[in-house]
């Protein structure tokens, strides 16, 4: 039982930030796993209670390709709200950690908690769908902390569950597109140092693949040309990069598509 009261007391000083706790105390502020409705939903306990002040949401496509990734975030508001923290879990499927996130035994998870912007706390993050087609579920538990040094005053919910349908033919930005306006997953992948990547337009126009890292920030413009209708394919070389994952992305005619790759050196 004393072990158990440590362990929330723990949790609670380092969230909230207090500089004078120790060292060892620290390990909690960056984030925490197993909190979400998949795991039984016993959620951020050593913050206050649950309350249903505090909003929290899980934004993205709501159907993705096998294989696809896509662009989500959670987003937290209500309660106290000086700070907040996040638990990201899937059903099936993986998670890419967006800034200030981390991967933890599955899950994802903040490194340091976010002060509040424009009233809301917002956590980026990728997720790639599973080869197999069928529903998927992501899950988030978010808490609001008001950073007193303690528990007292904390608030924290549960998002709601956010399905996701895995079906051919459907991509990152697929609904509205004309038919034949798709990127298709590099090959290989994981690749070392060079891989293809292909896409088809169903028109000649404008075409820009563009490279960026995890969190969203453009490395290189990969294409910049128009092009006539039809697929192609192209290998690229990317020894000048460290090892990771990358998101490559096609814009046409106003319409994008992202996917995910890695380079394992």
């Known amino acids: 039982m004393m072990e158990w009261k440590s362990k929330l007391l723990f949790t609670a000083l380092a969230i909230g930030g ?22 039984g939903g016993d959620g951020c306990t050593c913050h206050g209670g649950k309350s249903s002040a505090v909003t929290v949401s899980i934004n993205g496509p709501e159907t993705l ?25 899937a059903s099936a499927g993986t998670l ?11 899950d994802i998870t903040h490194t340091t908690p976010k002060v509040v ?8 993050f990728m997720y790639t769908a599973p080869a197999t087609p069928g529903d998927v579920t992501l899950f988030a538990t978010g808490n609001s902390v008001n950073g ?8 924290w919910n549960h998002a709601p569950d956010k399905v996701i349908a895995v079906k051919q033919g459907t991509d990152v930005s697929e609904q509205g597109q004309p038919e034949g306006f798709s990127l ?13 990547l292909s896409f088809e337009i169903p028109v000649a126009g404008k075409v820009q693949i563009y490279l960026r890292d995890i969190q969203g920030r453009t490395i290189r413009m990969l294409v910049d040309q128009v092009v006539a209708a039809g697929e192609f394919s192209r290998n690229f070389d990317f020894s000048d990069l460290p090892s990771g994952n990358y998101l490559y992305t096609l814009a046409y ?9 890695s380079l394992v050196k």
Do not use: C, E
């Not at 298709?184 to 293809?196: C, E």
């Open 148 to 155: 007193n040094g303690n528990n007292s005053g904390d608030q």
């Open 117 to 124: 912007s424009g009233g809301v706390v917002t956590y980026d």
């Open 253 to 261: 005619n106003g319409k994008t598509q992202s996917r995910m790759m």
């Open 184 to 196: 298709k997953q590099n090959y290989p992948n994981p690749f070392n140092p060079s891989t293809t």
């Open 96 to 106: 890419t950690p967006g800034s200030g996130m981390k991967t933890q035994s599955g």
């Open 65 to 89: 390709a096998p294989g696809a990734t896509g662009s989500f975030t959670v987003t937290i508001a209500g309660g106290p709200l000086a700070k907040a923290g996040t638990d990201v879990a």
């Open 18 to 39: 207090t500089s004078y706790i120790g060292a060892t105390l620290w390990a909690h502020s960056t984030g925490m796993n197993g909190l979400t409705n998949k795991d």
